[in-house]
């Protein structure tokens, strides 16, 4: 299975790679990118590599690298793949460096919304966003009689009726992983319901109403839930739609094109995307993005090449070639029926992804301390309090609260 | 051996010991005591992201580490003496819990929680893995001749296996439908979640550790079984001893300094538990003393980390298997006198 797949990827990338024109200029200079390891980033990093002279390492430990890498000097990766909340390091540290000049020269074809601009300066390029959202079983929900739930109440109703009639063996399905997962089902809940992570002075602010409505959802899915999620991440919820066990769950878009995958799915054409369900204020979900960062210890005759060859990975070719492999950015890019969830969520309002210092130790503490709520070991208010103390802890040690 | 021999022979050992076993030690028992943090200013940030179509942009306060001129963030060290300490042991949490007689509370205390699990999988898995390697021991020492290099072979298997990948293997095997799993739930006619609760999942680390650490025990028991005196054994034969009084009376005190010696390193290895942990995922139900260093050490996606509490939750596990290896070091210290 794994050798077969790899072979079909690897003969799949030959055949993509002589379909596409070549790039449009020679690359002189030897740059290297370092970078997540999804399928998107595999087809931006081939298109960028037909520009000669470029090689990729795609790594999941990048973000572990990165902030080492860039810093010195000169940078041992000249390009760097890093999404809404790995930009934070970087350029709290000042290692990247500013495109406005290169956008000016070599960005036309860009749009406007994928210029990432840090006080007026663009920092980085977009690629491609990403967002949880609700997918569900169509052909489960038309046969019960359920419309397309809009907001948690919905899905919690219509949980329970998939419940009863007994059509799958879990209604729900959830990535809920103790650590960034079950942290990051939070953010997206108390997001949804409208609130605010922080105080003045990088203040936790979470222990609220809000805080315990969001507590409280979680748990109400739990109940639909296979009992071991919280040990059940992205790809163990992809597996269960796939196999026919789960009807519903908010799911990465990137995740989408899988449950169409003909090897693997048993569901093929009958998951359907959706915007993610309502909170109180907004859609339970947050924006991601994924883009390209240079480094800004390197000569200026390696950030014109790292650019330009940037500019070809992320072309419309590239795009055309790997629509369904994610939500592009670019006017290539033809929104398919796996999109829909993204826009939609998009358009009723999700906020993006609140990155910064401060939301780094409570994506921690929040992943680390939601667990004993949902097991029964502490009530909402005694979790969100620890949950305020273990940010507070280690804030002060990062030296983001004074004492 | 003269002075000049010795020291040449064990010079380098001593230097390597020294540079990449003592030096660390004292670094981290610094680290310890000291917090490293970057300078930060509160500086208003516009901030724009994609949307869909649009661009979202919003101006909020963000705090920025300074730069010095060179581009390098300026940060500083204080000293803050058993600060750290207090903030992995929360000592005055885990006093309140203890007066107020709650278990239950103490026992959602980061450090306190780690803590029983790692006592509780070290003293459990430890007899049983004396005992399981005697048990093979005994088995490989009465099997054929012909047979013994295969048998030895087989069960060292378990050992060979590179630990975080044992543990992923049962992970898979037990895992939601995994194929033990199943057969298990075809059996017992019944749904079974094995990671769905606190207790199946010790027990899984447990079982899967015996399994991995009792060839290495049988290994040595064998080895010792070869230098068991065999005069001994007969004459005990021609008493007429039974084989449960052999073992008792002539086996076991005979294999007693190897017994000391593989409860001596069991205890070291368990009590820094960790392929468990990740292994199974557990994250959520039970966490180790060292996991916890390893959780406050890695980044998070803002590249924050807590190295000052990872230091002093590295030396309160050292302390602890010091405290563990203090029963079984009188011991060998006082053989070690009476054999003289």
Not at chain 1, 192 to 203: C, L, R
């Amino acid at each position: 299975m794994k050798l077969k797949t790899l072979i079909l990827a690897g003969a799949m990338s030959v055949a993509s790679g002589a379909a596409w024109a070549a790039c449009s200029f020679e690359n002189p200079v030897p740059l290297k990118s370092l970078s997540a390891g999804f399928e998107a980033w595999k087809a931006v990093t081939d298109a960028m590599a037909e520009c000669g002279n470029f090689s990729a390492s795609l790594d999941q430990e990048f973000r572990e690298k990165q902030p080492e890498a860039f810093a010195a000097n000169p940078a041992l990766y000249q390009i760097g793949g890093v999404s809404n909340a790995t930009l934070v390091p970087l350029l709290n540290a000042g290692t990247i460096r500013p495109l406005d000049d290169l956008v000016a020269k070599y960005g036309q074809d860009l749009l406007p919304n994928q210029l990432i601009k840090v006080d007026g300066q663009t920092m980085a390029i977009a690629m491609m966003v990403n967002a949880q959202h609700l997918m569900y079983r169509s052909d489960i929900l038309a046969d019960l009689g359920i419309a397309e739930p809009k907001t948690y109440a919905d899905v919690l109703a219509a949980a329970e009726k998939i419940k009863e009639a007994g059509v799958v063996e879990y209604p729900l399905g959830g990535t809920f992983k103790t650590g960034w997962n079950l942290g990051q089902e939070f953010v997206n809940m108390y997001l949804g319901e409208g609130g605010e992570f922080f105080a003045d002075g990088n203040m936790p602010a979470i222990n609220n109403e809000k805080g315990v409505r969001a507590l409280e959802t979680l748990k109400a899915m739990t109940a639909y839930m296979d009992p071991e999620y919280l040990v059940s991440d992205s790809t163990y919820v992809q597996q269960q739609f796939q196999q026919g066990k789960i009807a519903m769950a908010n799911l990465w878009a990137s995740r989408a094109a899988a449950m169409n995958d003909e090897a693997e799915s048993q569901v093929v054409g009958k998951v359907k995307m959706a915007a993610a369900p309502m909170g109180s204020a907004a859609p339970a979900t947050t924006i991601w993005w994924d883009g390209m960062v240079l480094a800004k210890n390197m000569s200026d005759e390696e950030a014109d090449a790292a650019f330009r060859v940037m500019m070809e990975g992320i072309d419309a070719e590239m795009v055309q070639a790997n629509n369904d492999v994610a939500v592009w950015l670019n006017p290539a890019y033809t929104p398919g029926e796996l999109a829909a969830g993204a826009a939609a969520s998009a358009e009723a309002g999700a906020k993006p992804y609140p990155a910064s210092g401060p939301m780094g130790i409570m994506h921690t503490a929040l992943g680390n301390g939601l667990a004993d709520y949902l097991t029964g070991a502490k009530d909402a208010q005694t979790t969100l309090a620890d949950i305020e103390a273990d940010y507070l802890t280690a804030a002060k040690e990062a030296g983001l609260v004074s004492n | 051996m003269n002075f000049r021999t010795f020291a040449a022979f064990v010079g380098p050992s001593v230097f390597m010991m020294l540079l990449f076993i003592a030096f660390p030690l004292v670094s981290v028992f610094k680290q310890s005591f000291y917090v490293t943090q970057p300078i930060y200013e509160t500086v208003e940030v516009e901030t724009c992201t994609p949307g869909f179509l649009t661009q979202t942009c919003v101006t909020e306060e963000k705090s920025i580490p300074k730069l010095d001129e060179h581009g390098e963030i300026i940060t500083q060290t204080q000293f803050v003496g058993l600060e750290s300490y207090r903030n992995v042991l929360e000592p005055e949490r885990a006093w309140r819990a203890i007066s107020e007689g709650s278990w239950s509370v103490l026992s959602t205390i980061n450090f306190w929680k780690a803590l029983r699990f790692t006592l509780t999988f070290t003293l459990i898995t430890l007899p049983l893995v004396i005992g399981f390697g005697l048990a093979i021991a005994i088995v490989i020492n009465n099997a054929a001749q012909a047979i013994r290099g295969p048998v030895i072979f087989v069960s060292l298997l378990p050992f060979i296996i590179t630990p975080v990948i044992g543990a992923l293997s049962i992970n898979w095997l037990f895992r939601g439908d995994g194929i033990l799993t199943a057969m298990l739930e075809w059996w017992l006619n019944r749904d079974i979640a094995l990671f769905a609760q606190a207790w199946t999942i010790e027990l899984l680390m447990m079982l899967y550790r015996v399994w991995h650490v009792a060839p290495f025990a049988a290994i040595v028991f064998y080895a010792g079984l070869q230098t068991v005196n065999q005069d001994s054994l007969e004459s005990a034969v021609i008493d007429g001893a039974s084989r449960w009084q052999r073992l008792k009376y002539i086996v076991i005190p005979h294999l007693m300094p190897l017994i000391i010696f593989v409860s001596m390193i069991h205890l070291m290895d368990a009590y820094r538990v960790f392929e468990e942990i990740v292994g199974f995922s557990s994250q959520g139900y039970v966490i180790s003393l060292q996991w916890l260093t390893y959780d406050f050490l890695v980044p998070d996606q803002a590249g924050n980390r807590s190295i000052s509490r990872a230091s002093a939750s590295a030396m309160l596990t050292m302390v602890g298997i010091v405290i563990l290896l203090i029963a079984p070091l009188r011991r060998t210290w006082r053989d070690h006198k009476g054999g003289h």
